[in-house]
């Protein structure tokens, strides 16, 4: 507040000295004046400690305004009235990842080979070339098989293959897969298929399948690698083991699923040994194939199709195999 030292005008018609009056009202001025002073002080004191405002806070209105972004946390940006501020992206905190489980697969590694490619189909002068599989020459890939509706076996073994990777990684497991859905346009061929499985060191590989043959034929079976020793292939190190790993899918495969071993091949044990697929011949690590059902089947058909199934068929293969790792 601003006071006016400058002396007021004489009063109208007044005898008296005017410097005397206005010497007198001054002095009683003055001292009103220093008397409130103090108290005005205090109270400002007080004021600005309440109200959080600094040195440069504004003097001239009833309030005063915020510097800029002073009610912005660090790397906010400003907002428009009425709306809520938005964080940079880069002070944003990351996602924490979370810690991969721990189970009795901790530190094992498994391969798991989702049979066939959608995209075979439209291209097959690719997975018709020849390659080498030890024993003999034979096709890159195949189509593989479907349901009388049309429901390929490509669809299926990776639909089985997605589920027994998030069952094998609740385990523990490293799980990789050789291919993911439309990462590629076909394959891959068997034999690269293979050498993955070879490359991870993995402690077990699953290929899987379902079979394309006629009505009345039902189960499902696993097929075992023969005692191969020709050009690339040599399975004698993988023989035994990848019987041990056959023996055990197929057992909670059957328990979990309530499928019966196939009623067309393997003397009703489930378990087939062959030496004319490359997936097996080449590699190095204990590996089987497991045909789930019968696709051409209209009963095996209803099941592969079926979500709840599959759930089923892709927990029974994980059981298997944590039985044969020692879990």
């Excluded at 806070?57 to 972004?69: F, K, L, N």
């Excluded at 002073?70 to 979370?98: E, F, I, M, Y």
């Excluded at 027994?164 to 068997?190: D, F, N, Y």
Aim: include cysteine.
């Amino acid at each position: 507040m601003r006071y006016d030292d400058s002396p007021p005008p004489p009063e109208s018609g007044s005898s008296a000295d005017p410097d005397r009056h206005w010497f007198t009202r001054r002095s009683t001025l003055v001292v009103g004046i220093a008397a409130l002073a103090p108290a005005c002080l205090a109270g400002w004191v007080l004021t600005q400690t309440l109200s959080g405002a600094g040195p440069d806070a504004s003097r001239s209105g009833p309030a005063a305004q915020p510097a800029s972004h002073s009610s912005l946390a660090p790397g906010q940006r400003d907002a428009k009235p009425g709306s809520t501020p938005t964080t940079s992206p880069t002070t944003t905190a990351a996602a924490p990842v979370p810690a991969p489980a721990k189970g009795p697969l901790t530190g094992k590694t498994v391969v798991v080979d989702p049979g066939h490619n959608t995209g075979n189909f439209k291209h097959t002068d690719e997975i018709d070339q020849q390659v080498d599989i030890g024993t003999n020459r034979k096709e890159c890939d195949t189509t593989g098989t479907t349901t009388n509706s049309g429901y390929m076996e490509a669809e299926f073994t990776m639909d089985v293959s997605k589920r027994l990777r998030t069952a094998l990684e609740s385990q523990g497991a490293k799980v990789v897969l050789t291919h993911e859905t439309g990462a590629r346009a076909w394959g891959p061929c068997i034999t690269e298929r293979a050498r993955i499985g070879n490359e991870a060191n993995a402690d077990a590989v699953v290929s899987v399948h379902a079979d394309g043959v006629s009505a009345g034929n039902r189960g499902f079976h696993i097929i075992l690698p023969a005692k191969v020793k020709s050009g690339a292939a040599d399975t004698a190190k993988i023989v035994g083991p990848s019987r041990e790993l056959g023996e055990r899918i197929a057992g909670n495969f059957a328990r979990t699923t309530g499928s019966a071993p196939a009623n067309y091949l393997g003397g009703g044990s489930g378990l087939v040994v062959r030496d004319d697929l490359g997936g097996l011949n080449l590699s190095t690590r204990p590996k089987v194939f497991i045909e789930c059902g019968n696709m051409r089947d209209a009963k095996d058909a209803a099941q592969l199709t079926s979500p709840e199934w599959r759930q089923k068929a892709a927990q029974g293969i994980a059981d298997g195999i944590v039985g044969f790792l020692g879990g």
